[in-house]
């Protein structure tokens, strides 16, 4: 989706004055309070704010469960930084294992993260997918050995021992490895 | 019916097992996960150790990280050095910000590099960025040169800075000489300091010619010497080395210095430099510093576009200003005084500027 232009985005603002509380109500019934940051980086919540006139308290989201909801407000509660996201373009840029965004999801079910996953894609936030399908992963696979990078991706090796063995060979140890002054 | 065909155009070949028909046709397990340009993404986002331990976790991910090793980190060597250590021994060691590691070669048997030895190298390095290559006090062969160049070629790497210290070159041809430095490592800087049995034909002026010394920023050759251990004069000349220095026919725009010990000048090189500044209209290529020592004395003869700023025993300087820019030429001519025993007596160094005339008045 389009980001959201400056027009919109002053109508946003006018309409996020107005209220103070918003709710959503969820699949399954219940109400969710969130706040006014996930309506601003929800590609889909900020639109809707920035073209209805009238706001209300209370805004329906039948597609999303309330447990995924309240996941999703619990990680916004976590990051501090509230100013506008752009994903990372370099290497040096990604966010270091100690933010608290980055272990958040690690002790999530499958279940769990895919149900994120779709939330996140649904409402279109891109921070949230960025920590959910790359910082998480790839704080699986950082300072990792093979074998947990297989086991905590539960993936399924296709290499035969032969080649296993011949990879572990090419990359064995050098005849004398000493440590840089 | 033909009872006795083996295959049918629909459905498994009769010959075969049904299982193991169907098993092949079942998609491979590894094809199943993220799309390949997530996993490209997060790669991105990996070190290069980590990205050393992905390639093993599948097939899949194996090529991911094979197809796009240019968009991912490169491996940082600090340094990689070959230096022979007498013996017959030779060490090649790569460090890197964390580790060292070290391989000690026996010469004895064959003075090359084995193939087994050559795919562990090429694997060392592979995909990396070498900031300092020394290569020191060894007698490059044929053979060295192309092993070297094959490990250099299969890891595909980019080199910072090339150096080769006290490096013997009389059992290579002039070509390969020229063309090992010049074509198959791809250098920023060169740095050549004390080349053995070396000959005044390996520095010529083609030399000056090969795509990579005419890229490299910076570009350093000092005290070749012969099989006789006598100094060896750069046969590259006033033309060669004024066109080198004045980047004609270069597109380079980073070239920045030039060091050279010895090269055969003519007497008049300081004066054809000069002249010819006023007129050179390629100047964003130009080298901004040179440095010549072992020169023969020059003489600069009165020209209405050169100025002489002063002259005195030991130093004078000359300039010259180039017409269409606002650029200046300052050249200073050094002559080692008669009292300094330690230099030799026609010790002359030609130092050339390029500076900005605004910025010096």
């Not at chain 1, 309409?15 to 699949?27: E, P, R, V």
């Not at chain 1, 919540?45 to 999703?72: A, G, Y």
């Not at chain 1, 790359?134 to 074998?147: A, F, G, L, S």
Request: glycine content about 4%.
């Amino acid at each position: 989706m389009a980001a959201t232009t400056s027009t919109d985005m002053s109508t946003l603002n006018t309409a996020l004055d107005k209220i103070s509380n918003i709710k959503l109500k969820c699949k399954d019934g219940k109400l969710v309070t969130i706040s006014k940051r996930i309506i601003r980086e929800s590609e889909v919540l900020s639109h809707n704010f920035s073209v209805v006139d009238e706001v209300e308290q209370t805004i329906p989201l039948p597609d999303i469960h309330s447990t995924v909801m309240k996941q999703i407000v619990a990680f916004y509660d976590l990051i501090e930084d509230d100013s506008e996201y752009v994903p990372p373009s370099k290497y040096t840029d990604r966010p270091t294992k100690d933010h608290p965004g980055v272990g958040f999801f690690s002790n999530f079910t499958v279940e769990e993260l895919q149900a994120l996953t779709h939330a996140c894609g649904y409402l279109d936030m891109p921070r949230l997918q960025d920590f959910i399908l790359c910082h998480m992963i790839v704080d699986i696979i950082q300072d990792r050995e093979i074998k947990e990078i297989r086991e905590r991706g539960m993936m399924k090796t296709d290499y035969t021992p032969e080649e296993e063995a011949e990879f572990v060979k090419r990359h064995e140890a050098p005849i004398e490895v000493v440590q840089p002054q | 019916m033909n009872t006795t065909r083996t295959s049918r155009v629909n459905g498994p070949p009769r010959t075969r097992k049904l299982t193991s028909y169907w098993k092949s046709a079942q998609p491979n397990l590894s094809d199943k996960g993220l799309p390949p340009e997530v996993v490209l993404q997060i790669f991105t986002f990996l070190d290069r150790v980590d990205i050393d331990n992905c390639r093993l976790v599948n097939h899949r991910w194996l090529n991911i990280i094979d197809k796009n090793t240019h968009l991912l980190r490169q491996r940082f060597i600090r340094m990689l050095k070959v230096v022979d250590n007498g013996n017959n021994m030779i060490t090649i060691s790569a460090s890197s910000r964390t580790k060292c590691i070290k391989y000690n070669l026996n010469m004895e048997i064959n003075n090359h590099i084995d193939a087994d030895m050559i795919k562990r190298l090429a694997n060392l390095l592979k995909g990396s960025l070498i900031k300092r290559t020394v290569i020191c006090n060894l007698t490059l062969t044929e053979l060295w040169v192309y092993d070297l160049y094959t490990i250099f070629n299969r890891a595909n790497v980019k080199f910072a800075r090339f150096e080769m210290i006290g490096v013997a070159i009389d059992q290579l041809t002039r070509d390969s000489f020229q063309n090992f430095i010049g074509e198959k490592v791809a250098a920023k800087v060169y740095f050549l300091d004390g080349i053995r049995n070396g000959d005044a034909d390996f520095f010529n002026s083609r030399l000056l010619e090969k795509t990579n010394i005419v890229n490299a920023e910076d570009f350093t050759v000092y005290d070749v010497s012969s099989l006789a251990g006598e100094e060896v004069i750069l046969d590259l000349g006033d033309e060669a080395l004024l066109d080198f220095f004045f980047g004609r026919n270069i597109t380079s725009k980073r070239r920045t210095t030039l060091y050279l010990d010895s090269p055969a000048v003519s007497q008049s090189f300081v004066y054809s430099a000069l002249v010819r500044f006023v007129h050179e209209t390629n100047y964003e290529s130009m080298m901004q510093h040179a440095e010549f020592t072992h020169i023969r004395e020059q003489i600069i003869h009165s020209h209405r576009a050169i100025t002489n700023e002063y002259d005195t025993d030991i130093q004078s300087e000359w300039s010259s200003k180039n017409a269409k820019t606002d650029l200046v030429l300052e050249v200073k001519v050094t002559r080692a005084s008669e009292d300094d025993e330690l230099v030799h007596d026609n010790f002359i160094t030609v130092t050339m500027d390029i500076c900005n005339g605004r910025t010096m008045c």
